[in-house]
């Protein structure tokens, strides 16, 4: 009898484990364009490629994101640029290469661009010494960290200059020399949670304190630790932490909307749920604000792994629980967002720009692109369009996942790509090359 019943549990296991691996694998077979090496180098590509083209290729009808969106703004045509396709009157080229995976970018008071780079523990400074575009050198600012990504410099005089870093599991304050580009002087401000997942952390500066995005430690759970899943305001002076909002499973960048002052922030949503559900997210970030995660997602959808009638009253509801201000087709993985400054041409005025670095839990992949969310003079959400792709073709080979994207006071937007270890530098036409 022993025997049998150990046989039979023993067939169960294995069919749970078949069972298992048939319902993930519809989605994880999307992986391999995430976690493969790119299938060419894309420096190679962009640097052979010609600088002008001579004929603009068919735009696509643009896609929204709302269900009743109003007629988004006219479009560039597409041209090439090498294999990636951007908008006809810009420019786009290789600013920095060979640096493993840069994330976050930032500059400093004599405007040079920093970078970090979690893998090996540093932040670095890329030196474009005559102004031609390019990076010529590529010096070490700080090294030795735990895997550093937020990075933030702040003045109070030109001279006298502090650099934050977001460490997994600490913030951090250096002494910034900004003639030798060196970081000195670390003073930790404060501790943050880590370990299991999403072990990204970015800064945002807010009044005389810092906002640290801290990502869930799961895919989808009650965490035990009240500080994971938030965005939290540390004071600079004294290290003391407490939560801006919650709800928000892994909110990894965040930037002031110009016009309004609000804060906005991307969101991934859970994994597991198929190729379409839940979306990943657009966030208003209000302090005091619970964005639904891990009970609800997009405008207030009730997770069904949650059992609604263990709670008094619905928990996916305003004003208790805030809805997504702009959903994205799921998995795509939003990182980097920055809305578009004054010295691009009119037309892009205050539109959003938005990497989604691309998924590796879709059977179909999606993402792999910078996208622009438009808007009109009032502010009124009107749709999104492609703005950069090719990082990925149609047999699911890829190039390099965009991440994050900043505006340089020369008018040019840089762009980090940590699977192709790049920098690009993308400007208007227009402007000063």
Excluded at 131 to 143: A, H, L, M
């Amino acid at each position: 009898m022993k025997k049998i019943i150990l046989t039979t549990g023993g067939i169960l296991i294995a069919l749970a484990v078949v069972g298992g691996t048939i319902v993930y694998w519809t989605q994880l077979r999307g992986i391999w364009p995430a976690i493969t090496k790119p299938e060419q180098d894309i420096v190679r590509l962009i640097e052979q490629a010609s600088t002008s083209v001579s004929q603009p290729e068919e735009q696509a009808t643009p896609t929204t994101t709302t269900a009743t969106p109003k007629p988004p703004k006219q479009t560039a045509p597409v041209i090439s640029q090498g294999p990636l396709r951007i908008p006809q009157g810009f420019s786009l080229s290789i600013f920095a290469k060979d640096l493993n995976d840069p994330r976050v970018l930032t500059t400093d008071p004599s405007n040079v661009l920093l970078a970090s780079i979690p893998g090996k523990g540093n932040v670095v400074a890329l030196i474009d010494t005559n102004n031609d575009g390019k990076s010529d050198e590529t010096k070490i600012v700080v090294s030795g960290l735990n895997a550093p990504h937020g990075i933030l410099v702040q003045c109070a005089q030109e001279n006298i200059c502090k650099l934050y870093v977001a460490e997994t599991d600490k913030v951090s304050e250096f002494t910034y020399d900004a003639a030798a580009l060196t970081a000195t002087n670390k003073r930790v401000i404060a501790s943050l949670p880590s370990g299991g997942g999403h072990s990204t952390r970015t800064l945002l500066p807010y009044k005389n304190n810092l906002l640290v995005s801290i990502g869930s430690s799961c895919n989808v759970c009650n965490e035990n630790d009240p500080n994971r899943a938030t965005i939290a305001k540390i004071d600079i002076g004294t290290g003391k932490t407490e939560t801006f909002a919650r709800g928000l499973r892994n909110a990894v960048f965040m930037a002031f909307n110009p016009l309004t002052g609000d804060i906005w922030a991307t969101e991934m949503g859970r994994d597991l749920l198929g190729d379409n559900t839940p979306p990943d997210e657009i966030n208003i970030i209000k302090q005091g604000g619970n964005y639904g995660w891990p009970i609800c997602y997009g405008k207030n959808s009730h997770d069904t792994e949650f059992d609604k009638n263990t709670y008094f009253r619905n928990p996916c509801m305003e004003p208790f629980e805030t809805p997504s201000y702009i959903d994205i087709q799921a998995h795509s993985a939003p990182l980097g967002l920055a809305f578009i400054p004054n010295s691009w041409p009119e037309e892009y005025h205050n539109d959003l720009l938005v990497a989604y670095h691309g998924s590796w839990n879709r059977s179909v992949p999606t993402g792999y692109k910078i996208v622009r969310h438009q808007f009109n003079a009032n502010g009124t959400y009107e749709g999104v369009t492609d703005f950069i792709t090719g990082w990925i073709d149609g047999e699911q080979k890829t190039l390099g996942r965009p991440v994050d994207i900043l505006f340089h006071a020369n008018g040019a937007a840089y762009i980090s790509d940590d699977k192709a270890g790049v920098i690009y530098r993308l400007a208007p036409i227009t402007n000063k090359q």
